[in-house]
């Protein structure tokens, strides 16, 4: 890891030449005519070698490449040292410098099967073991809340990695989940948030888990202090939180000051980011969820990706393929502390199903933007439907969107179409330019183990980026501006004349929140 910028390497000059005297030959319709193989070219299965079965397909045919451009592509991750830059991540190597620390999310699904040389990572079975007999406890009815009851409701309270991992995979997993335990995720400040989830829970048969690796974030301890605060008004005894709060932390001083126990608290490490906890302690809600056996097959398919992405050529090596997108990158300045001249990550969105083609891929098809999609589905469903065919549509529809993506609909098709009296606006208005890029994934149906390893899948995509362009993808530094200006500012609301130092347009909406507030 260099620090390097990308744009120095030969492959990535290469690249530029290519994209400015090809760009324009890149038609996918005419690559598709002219290759009749070229779904078998660009596409590659992955299947898992022990652990859970997962077989996953990814088909990057739709790309703006050739043969040459995709070996210019991976003569670029060689130049970058992506491999040795993998290898000491996976030994244990301070890799996030900024911060002097290990990156080992791959240490929370290992099974001591690499192996890694950090503190804390001889622990992981330990806190793995924990989470075991707590869920199941919980699950079963034999950890009962202050006045005998079962717990039929759990609120995780965290935010960023602390929530938004969890919230994903509980969600995409339903199918496995147990449908008498309620499942709430309180994230936002606006105290709406954890108002309404309170107004659906018992005091007596609730269980919050304060999900947070610093104990220090604004939102979390805000909310859990709420959420604390609402359960001793009917618990009353303090002595009763020890049955409805526990902590996934590392900050044990903190936990404890906040009145949780020392045995309540679910413990990960420093050399576990944010974004990538989910595999931690920070899961506790998903093995409630989804049971911890489902959880363990999660961490498994996840293992298996890392052994994928650790020891198959770059060829055939998905992660390296895809080389994909996640907050955390988004830096101007190499690890070395030069200035970037080039992006270092789009705007990701999404959204399930086919909703989003009833809003926004209106601007994916006909917009002036080129905005290159991945679309994911199972061949099968949990949920089929009886008398009913939801899943065939949903994937006729999942056929069609790459397809109409890449192919467009030309002028004289849509001349046939609308017949000769149609006005010329209206003509052009209906044609689709395609040649807009995506990839495709598929597998048999989303299990644990194949989501655990979708999400690893993402996860080293980002790897490979970050080294290729020579940022740091596991600090978050641009995050902590915005923290630090309003903790500034919450101490000056309070009256008029304490707003100070700011530009006329932030103190004239305090000011004007300083008029109407009621709180
Ligand atoms: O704001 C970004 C961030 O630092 C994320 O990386 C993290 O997941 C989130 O805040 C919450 O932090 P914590 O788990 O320490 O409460």
Not at 104 to 119: G, P, S, T, Y
Not at 447 to 458: D, H, S
Request: with cysteine.
């Amino acid at each position: 890891m260099s620090g390097k910028l990308a744009s120095d390497y030969d492959a990535w000059k290469k690249l530029q030449h290519i994209y400015e005297t090809e760009r324009g030959k890149l038609v996918l319709k005419d690559l598709f005519a002219e290759e009749s193989d070229r779904f078998t070219k660009f596409s590659t299965e992955y299947a898992s070698k022990d652990g859970p079965d997962v077989t996953l397909l990814l088909d990057y045919s739709k790309n703006l490449i050739t043969k040459p451009i995709l070996d210019t592509l991976l003569s670029l991750v060689r130049e970058a040292d992506v491999e040795s830059a993998r290898d000491k991540m996976f030994a244990g190597e301070h890799i996030n410098t900024s911060e002097d620390r290990a990156v080992l999310h791959v240490a929370l699904r290992n099974f001591n099967d690499f192996k890694i040389q950090e503190d804390g990572t001889d622990e992981v079975g330990a806190v793995l073991d924990h989470m075991k007999t707590f869920s199941e406890a919980v699950r079963s009815g034999e950890w009962k809340g202050y006045t005998g009851k079962t717990i039929n409701t759990i609120v995780n309270v965290g935010i960023g990695g602390s929530d938004l991992g969890p919230v994903m995979v509980t969600e995409a997993l339903k199918p496995y989940s147990k449908r008498d335990l309620k499942a709430h995720f309180v994230s936002n400040i606006d105290g709406t948030h954890i108002a309404e989830i309170l107004r659906e829970c018992d005091p007596e048969r609730t269980l919050f888990i304060i999900a947070s690796k610093t104990f220090t974030t604004q939102e979390t301890i805000t909310n859990a202090e709420t959420a604390k605060s609402w359960f001793l008004e009917t618990a009353k005894e303090q002595k009763h939180v020890a049955k409805h709060f526990v902590a996934l932390s590392t900050n044990t001083k903190a936990v404890t000051a906040f009145g949780i126990d020392k045995e309540n608290m679910f413990q990960f490490w420093d050399w576990v980011g944010g974004r990538y906890s989910l595999w931690s302690a920070i899961g506790l809600s998903i093995a409630l969820v989804i049971g911890f056996e489902n959880f363990e097959a999660l961490l498994k398919g996840a293992h298996g990706m890392d052994k994928h992405f650790k020891e198959t050529p770059l060829e055939k090596n998905l992660p390296v393929l895809l080389a994909g997108d996640m907050e955390s990158n988004g830096k101007s300045i190499t690890k070395g502390g030069q200035r970037v001249d080039y992006q270092t990550g789009p705007i990701i969105w999404g959204a399930s199903g086919t909703n989003g083609q009833h809003s926004f891929y209106q601007l994916v098809h006909q917009g002036t933007k080129l905005i290159p999609a991945d679309f994911i589905a199972p061949a099968t469903t949990h949920n089929p439907i009886a008398h009913s065919k939801h899943h065939r549509i949903l994937l006729s529809n999942f056929f069609a969107q790459p397809e109409a993506l890449a192919f467009g609909k030309t002028e004289e098709q849509v001349r046939e179409e609308l017949g000769k009296n149609a006005s010329e606006a209206l003509v052009k208005s209906k044609v689709f330019e395609g040649n807009r890029p995506s990839n495709s994934i598929m597998f048999p149906l989303l299990t644990p183990a194949t989501l655990g390893a979708l999400i690893a899948m993402y996860e080293h995509k980002i790897f490979v980026q970050g080294i290729v362009w020579g940022i740091n993808s596991f600090d978050q530094m641009g995050v902590e501006l915005g923290k630090v200006l309003a903790k500034n500012i919450l101490s000056q609301l309070e009256k008029p004349e304490d707003v100070k130092g700011h530009d006329s347009s932030t103190t004239g909406l305090i000011h004007y929140y300083q008029k109407w507030r009621k709180e």
